[in-house]
């Protein structure tokens, strides 16, 4: 009894400070709400217009006045308190510079925002997103945001243009680097991890920063892979697979949304009411506001969609677009398109106050600058706890693809290995793209990492150049096809060691921005160095860096140990050594399938069976390819660790659930091998027959479960109608009744299955 009463005291204790929390919550709110309305209020149209403008840094701050051109056009707008935000103005005495202008010499001293592009670090650097997301670890996901805003913080910003939450089935396009894969349920958790580490618990606090969800919407679905190419979707696809992220960053409380360069049914997504107005703000209830990606507003007249400055600014405007990211469109069209009345100042009023809501929020009307610190710039920018979980978060990043004859893990003595490959010594390449902040050549290289191993003798060779010129500059960057100088010698060590380590791949700089590839083959001479290697020894330890899922059949038929190892960033070296010698047993699973050719693009683990999905009558007319399989190299999921997993004791609680029952599934996860390790068990869905055909497999659920050698675990899932329904093609979600597969497993290639009927109330 005293039990019991104990019991419903705690949770009426915890009922009461969850309303009380909320209730404090929705007060500041309502203060904040005050304020904006107070200070508007005080606004002429241009200062509230001024809110709206977003410009890029434009001069050393410290240095003169600029005097001419555009520089001096930004000087005079930022005096008269016509920019709103900032971005690439970092360094506590940049930004200390920049905001005392626009808090102490405008008319009513509104602080700035300061962004920048935190992709994946400031200084220290974690892996590239993509990377990030096989850790399938969202704590540790969640741990790498929140460091990259502690540092970035520190440096005096306190906005990024991230995470991007671009679900793409598409590796020709460069910027999967950024995202987290192909999969909605796995983005969505990711995106909203990702947000809770940017922004904190506390918005306030001067290590918090406020997030952007981007590219809103259907940017990774880009045709053929081609950067700033148009999106042709259906609305199937874009409410089941590119929204769900986006969503789950709002309901995460995201602060800005970045609309995005594609097209979508026609209309250039800057200008589409029906993605910004009709679903982001009115059904969803966004709060914060809606940035434009870089002069996506001036593009509009590029498309063909807007005749001139006037009409873009008209369109972006009643769209919902509420800043102009260096577009010049908005600070010089829409004062005279309110005087004129052909924009509401209503319309003005709502992207102004969303804007200076998040800058209340961010404590900045408080202390415009409190993230003006320069101790912790000093003391907190490469701190090295920093360090320690760039590197934890870089092993669980690693995805064991092959391991034949378990030549990994290496043996910690008497080994004599051939180390080879033109990215094997490199210390710039591994800390990937978008790092614009970082520092060159901080990477730790794999060659460095190896070398903390002292009881085995390493010879290294690149064997090849992988380019020549600037690799900073896409225009500059030449893959090397010509000089096969090295290939002799690297052969030649090859031929003279146990085992061989090549480290193969894309250069950093490969991916990202405008890095689309028409071929994902190892570039340059990559493959014949690999084969001329493997004709000598045979006992190969391929690591791959790269930042998207590359091409590489007889890699996977030939080579016995392969390594995907992304690019890592600042502990790259130490990471990969660990695995390699076993004091990690790697756990990551692929995000994103690898096809076995680009002709295979798009391929995706959660397809529909078409109807056509074997050869029945051994005939040609089913789906296929005649010139190739039509699985994947390694599908979504695929991951191997130094020890086995058995799946075992797939159990569902009820075999018939009505639509509002939870239905609990159970796996008997035993690790059968000699190593500890962790498994990501997952758990797939199938709805086998609706009104809208749905996919032959869902992701909706997964457990990361460390097991010693020989143990056993319960692992326990429940499925609800947030899980069992989807998105018709207006955009309602549904639950229908009928039956549903269940898969448990280690990868997209389950090997447990079971059943249940859903059943009408």
């Known amino acids: 009894m005293k039990f019991k009463n104990l019991l419903f005291f705690l949770l009426l204790s915890i009922v009461y400070n969850t309303i009380h929390s909320q209730n404090k919550k929705d007060e500041e709110t309502l203060k904040i ?57 970092r360094g506590v005495e940049q930004v200390k510079a920049v905001q005392k202008i626009a808090v102490e010499e405008t008319r009513l001293g509104i602080p700035l925002i300061f962004g920048f592009d935190v992709i994946h670090g400031y200084k220290t650097l974690s892996p590239i997103p993509l990377a990030e997301s096989c850790s399938w670890d969202l704590e540790a996901i969640e741990k790498s945001a929140r460091i990259a805003a502690i540092e970035a913080s520190a440096a005096g910003l306190n906005w990024t243009f991230a995470p991007m939450v671009d679900i793409s089935r598409d590796p020709r396009w460069g910027r999967v680097m950024e995202g987290a894969g192909e999969d909605p349920y796995l983005g969505s958790k990711i995106a909203a991890a990702r947000v809770k580490g940017f922004q904190g618990t506390d918005l306030s606090a001067p290590n918090t920063m406020a997030a952007t969800a981007k590219h809103f919407a259907a940017y990774g679905f880009a045709e053929s892979g081609k950067e700033y190419n148009s999106a042709d979707i259906g609305t ?25 360069f594609n097209d979508l049914n026609g209309i250039p997504v800057t200008a589409s009411k029906f993605l910004q107005r009709d679903i982001l703000k009115e059904k969803w209830g966004f709060k914060g506001f809606v940035v434009s990606d870089w002069a996506s507003m001036q593009e509009l007249i590029t498309w063909g969609f807007a005749k001139d400055k006037n009409q873009a600014a008209e369109l972006a405007s009643k769209a919902g677009s509420d ?38 929020q961010l404590g900045l009307f408080e202390d415009p600058y409190r993230y003006c610190n320069p101790k912790n710039e000093k003391n907190l920018i490469y701190h090295k ?9 870089a092993k669980k990043s690693i995805v064991l693809l092959k391991n034949e004859n378990n030549i990994l893990p290496l043996k910690k003595e008497g080994q004599k290995i051939a180390l080879i490959g033109p990215l094997a010594n490199e210390k710039n390449s591994p800390l990937g793209s978008w790092r614009i902040a970082s520092d060159d050549n901080t990477a730790i290289s794999i060659l460095e990492g190896l070398k903390q191993y002292k009881n085995n003798t390493i010879q290294y060779e690149k064997g090849v150049d992988l380019y020549t010129g600037n690799t900073h500059f896409i225009k500059e960057l030449k893959v090397n096809t010509t000089d096969r100088s ?15 380590i090549m480290v193969l791949g894309e250069h950093g700089f ?37 930042g998207r899922p590359l091409t590489i059949p007889w890699a996977a038929k030939h080579i016995p140990t392969i390594i995907e190892a992304w690019q890592l960033g600042s502990q790259t070296g130490n990471a990969v050594a660990q695995v390699i010698y076993g004091d990690y047993n ?7 399938t690898f096809p076995r050719n680009v002709g295979q693009i798009p391929i995706y683990y959660n397809q529909k069976s078409t109807g056509r999905p074997t050869n029945e009558n051994d005939n040609v007319f089913w789906s296929h390819y005649s010139d190739s399989e039509k699985t994947p190299l390694f599908p979504f999921g ?51 027959y609706g009104k809208n055909v749905r996919p032959i497999k869902e992701l909706k659920g997964f457990a990361l479960v460390p097991l010693r050698k020989h143990e056993s675990k319960t692992v326990t899932f429940t499925l609800d109608k947030t899980k069992l329904g989807y998105f018709d093609t207006e955009g309602n979600y549904i639950v229908e009744p009928g039956e549903f597969k269940i898969f448990v497993g280690g990868s997209s290639i389950t090997s447990l299955e079971s059943d249940f009927q859903l059943v009408q109330e």
Not at 486 to 500: F, R, T, W
Not at 520 to 536: H, I, K, T
């Open 385 to 393: 706890s920093h360090q320690e979980a760039a590197l934890d978060i």
């Open 510 to 546: 490969q991916s990202g921005e405008a890095r689309s590839r028409t071929t994902l083959d190892l570039p340059g001479l990559q493959q014949e160095l690999l084969e001329r290697v493997f004709g000598v020894n045979k006992n190969i330890v391929l690591i791959l860096n790269n």
């Open 33 to 89: 709400n005050k304020k904006v309305d107070s200070l508007l209020s005080l606004m002429t149209i241009e200062e509230k217009v001024g809110q709206m403008n977003l410009y890029n840094g434009f001069w050393e701050v410290t240095g003169p006045v600029p005097k001419d051109g555009s520089s001096k056009k930004k000087y005079e707008h930022l005096k008269k308190g016509l920019v709103g935000a900032m971005l690439s103005v």
């Open 638 to 688: 695929h991951g191997l660790s130094y020890t086995t997993f058995k799946y075992t004791n797939l159990s569902l609680d009820k075999k018939a659930a009505k639509i509002n029952d939870t239905i609990t599934v159970k796996v008997e996860v035993t690790n059968t091998g000699n190593y500890d390790g962790k498994e990501v068990v997952q758990l797939y869905i199938q709805d086998v």
């Open 486 to 500: 090295g290939i002799n010698e690297a052969v030649k060590i090859a031929s003279e060691s146990d085992i061989v």
């Open 586 to 592: 790697p756990s990551g699973k692929l995000t994103m």
């Open 236 to 260: 199937s696809t874009l409410y089941n697979i590119v929204l769900p992220p986006f969503k789950a960053a709002v309901d995460m409380d995201v602060k800005a949304i970045m609309n995005s």
């Open 323 to 360: 800043m102009d990211m260096e577009g010049y469109i908005y600070v010089e069209a829409l004062v005279d398109l309110v005087k004129k009345g052909i924009i509401k100042a209503s319309i003005i009023d709502e992207a102004a106050s969303r804007i200076l809501n998040v800058k209340f």
